[in-house]
């Protein structure tokens, strides 16, 4: 039986039994964990992306062109952070010899001081998430992850190469473009199947009740609300027992697009396997049930 199927006068699964067998939805939510634990470790201004950062120019001196491809980082966004981190004293830029036009990035003396402290927090705090699996199943989750970016490999210090919380990003965004580019495929925009699959299961319900089904806080799923809502994929009444609060079900264009969405996760899934191998997908789906439950 399929994640789409449900026997007649069954209850509906729980919205997170029902997405488990999605390896792109156990490793988006390892990665929010991950994440995290490592932001409580760093010092106040600091992000796991400016680790990252300092990590790679620790090795010598990158582009900032060339920086934001590696790390996934779009134009503006890398200008913003470096911005921030020149203003902390931690990175300079200066001009490329080869290309006047561009900047090379470089850590400063700072940079150096202040990388070997988080590196130290962050490995202390990246063993801990990981710990549910021990440290044998600890390195099995790397090599799996690795497998998902292996362009990854031999072009980022081994610092990051091995950091569960960098390479759970790198490969949640991965398997999120892979789902994007199978839905597009039959014709649908990628829009958030989590929630839709958790009003599914609960409606009709509120709004903050379905916040609190997905484990997050009720403005933080407004902005989703309203996309639904204005894709017609949800109804959005006010509720009879208290006039300030909606009321959210799926429409009949929601439940055909969750259908529909969810054989396109399928898909992805088994292209997944196809790619991995199935029981490297199995392991590595089962070892990020353990580190969530951890």
Same mark, same amino acid.
């Given at each position: 039986?399929?994640?789409?199927?449900?026997?007649?006068?069954?209850?509906?699964?729980?919205?997170?039994?029902?997405?488990?067998?999605?390896?792109?939805?156990?490793?988006?939510?390892?990665?929010?964990?991950?994440?995290?634990?490592?932001?409580?470790?760093?010092?106040?201004?600091?992000?796991?992306?400016?680790?990252?950062?300092?990590?790679?120019?620790?090795?010598?001196?990158?582009?900032?062109?060339?920086?934001?491809?590696?790390?996934?980082?779009?134009?503006?966004?890398?200008?913003?952070?470096?911005?921030?981190?020149?203003?902390?004293?931690?990175?300079?830029?200066?001009?490329?010899?080869?290309?006047?036009?561009?900047?090379?990035?470089?850590?400063?003396?700072?940079?150096?001081?202040?990388?070997?402290?988080? %590196?130290?927090?962050? *490995? +202390?705090?990246?063993?801990?998430?990981? @710990?549910?699996?021990? /440290?044998? =199943? $600890?390195? #099995?989750?790397?090599?799996?992850?690795?497998?998902?970016?292996?362009?990854?490999?031999?072009?980022?210090?081994?610092?990051?190469?091995?950091?569960?919380?960098?390479?759970?990003?790198?490969?949640?965004?991965?398997?999120?473009?892979?789902?994007?580019?199978?839905?597009?495929?039959?014709?649908?925009?990628?829009?958030?199947?989590?929630?839709?699959?958790?009003?599914?299961?609960?409606?009709?319900?509120?709004?903050?009740?379905?916040?609190?089904?997905?484990?997050?806080?009720?403005?933080?799923?407004?902005?989703?609300?309203?996309?639904?809502?204005?894709?017609?994929?949800?109804?959005?009444?006010?509720?009879?027992?208290?006039?300030?609060?909606?009321?959210? %079900?799926?429409?009949? *264009? +929601?439940?055909?697009?969750?259908?529909? @969405?969810?054989?396109? /996760?399928? =898909? $992805?899934? #088994?292209?997944?396997?196809?790619?991995?191998?199935?029981?490297?997908?199995?392991?590595?789906?089962?070892?990020?049930?353990?580190?969530?439950?951890?």
């Amino acid at each position: 039986m399929t994640v789409t199927d449900q026997a007649p006068g069954r209850p509906r699964d729980e919205p997170a039994e029902r997405m488990a067998g999605y390896t792109g939805y156990l490793a988006r939510l390892a990665a929010q964990r991950a994440a995290g634990v490592v932001q409580a470790v760093l010092p106040p201004g600091r992000t796991p992306r400016d680790l990252a950062i300092l990590c790679v120019l620790a090795e010598g001196p990158v582009s900032q062109a060339s920086l934001g491809n590696l790390l996934e980082v779009n134009r503006t966004v890398m200008i913003s952070v470096i911005d921030e981190l020149e203003a902390a004293g931690l990175v300079r830029r200066q001009r490329d010899p080869e290309d006047r036009r561009r900047y090379a990035l470089l850590i400063t003396e700072a940079g150096v001081v202040a990388l070997e402290r988080m %590196r130290e927090a962050v *490995g +202390g705090a990246d063993r801990a998430f990981t @710990a549910a699996v021990g /440290e044998a =199943g $600890a390195r #099995r989750l790397m090599r799996l992850l690795a497998l998902i970016v292996s362009e990854l490999s031999g072009a980022v210090p081994e610092s990051l190469a091995g950091a569960s919380w960098f390479l759970l990003d790198h490969a949640t965004g991965r398997l999120r473009r892979h789902r994007e580019l199978a839905m597009r495929a039959i014709g649908l925009e990628p829009r958030c199947v989590g929630m839709l699959v958790a009003l599914d299961s609960a409606q009709p319900c509120t709004q903050e009740r379905l916040a609190e089904r997905m484990g997050v806080t009720g403005p933080t799923i407004v902005p989703a609300v309203d996309e639904l809502y204005s894709a017609g994929l949800i109804h959005r009444d006010r509720n009879p027992a208290d006039r300030r609060a909606h009321v959210l %079900r799926l429409t009949p *264009g +929601g439940e055909e697009y969750l259908g529909a @969405a969810l054989t396109a /996760e399928d =898909g $992805a899934q #088994r292209d997944l396997a196809a790619s991995l191998g199935p029981a490297e997908t199995a392991e590595l789906n089962a070892l990020l049930m353990t580190v969530l439950a951890g």
